[in-house]
């Protein structure tokens, strides 16, 4: 008897698992956290003199990832299970964001406040581009894409170059992260906040 209702609350447990969007791309939000963990190792091995900060933030991120991890099948319940797997992960994120934020800030400061806003600037017209044309005209996406990613690459590597080759990370690749690590924290919220179908 006791097998058989084990049985059918793992039963259960799948169902719900699997009607949730949350926790079927759970395992994506945690592998791109991981790609712009990857990011800050790069940030402390050429750019940062001391790398014990992104010692910490990785630790914290990692401890994080854990408890996203083991949240969802310990929980005793499906809204406790989406809390410990919800705030973790917008946890690591604003980590994220605050890293590459603070290393942008660091570049403006040691290579200059006029370089690092050209390069704001550059970023913000690229992914506007990005944005309106997605939007407005589906049909020239990816061409937008395309050059506006160029435009990102060129503007920045010349800004870069006119500041000092050091500063390619700080206000090239820093700002991206930032951004991209920003929008994440959105999508999981919203995600998170999605209706399902065990809600009823």
Known sequence: MALEQGRQTRERAVAWWENSSFFRKLWSYLA????????????????????????????????????????????????????????????????L?????????????WFGTANGAWSALALSLALAAVHCAARYRPRWSGWAQSAASLSIMGTNAWISVKAGQASILPFALAPMFCIASAVFMVVVWREAAKPRSWDG
């Open 32 to 95: 791109m956290a991981g790609v712009f963990a990857l990011g800050q190792a790069l940030m402390a091995w050429v750019f940062l003199s001391s790398p014990r900060l992104t010692f910490c933030f990785l630790a914290a991120e990692l401890v994080l990832a854990g408890v996203a991890i083991v949240a969802r099948p310990l929980a005793s319940s499906r809204a406790m299970a989406l809390a410990w797997c919800k705030w973790p992960l917008l946890g690591i994120y604003a980590l």
């Open 97 to 109: 964001t605050g890293y590459f934020a603070f290393v942008f800030a660091l570049g403006c400061y």
